[in-house]
């Protein structure tokens, strides 16, 4: 289990993280909020600690993420939200 070490406001999302994924050099973060680091980002976000750098999921959420899961190369993100990466789903 690695341990994670973030300084604020560089590091945080501007508002509340609720769930966190970690597999390799990626760490995940869902919650709500709509940037991250200083970045864009709807409600989730990917942290590569290999480049020091945050980058958004595609458009995100359209709301809150509350869970996040990897199955192989999968990601599943449950939430409040009825739109993800600029689709719907339902």
């Known amino acids: ?29 869902g919650g709500a909020f709509q940037t991250v680091g200083g970045q864009p980002a709807a409600n989730i976000a990917r942290w590569n600690s290999a480049t020091g750098s945050w980058s958004s ?3 995100g959420t359209n709301a809150l993420v509350t869970a996040l899961a990897l199955s192989g190369n999968r990601l599943y993100v449950g ?3 009825t739109q ?7």
Not at 84 to 90: L, S, T
């Open 57 to 59: 999921l595609g458009s």
């Open 84 to 90: 993800a990466g600029g689709g719907c789903h339902g």
């Open 1 to 29: 289990m690695a341990l994670l070490s973030f300084t604020c406001p560089r590091y945080c999302p501007n508002r509340t993280a609720r769930a966190l994924l970690t597999t390799g050099t990626d760490v995940y973060v």
């Open 79 to 81: 939430g409040g939200f």
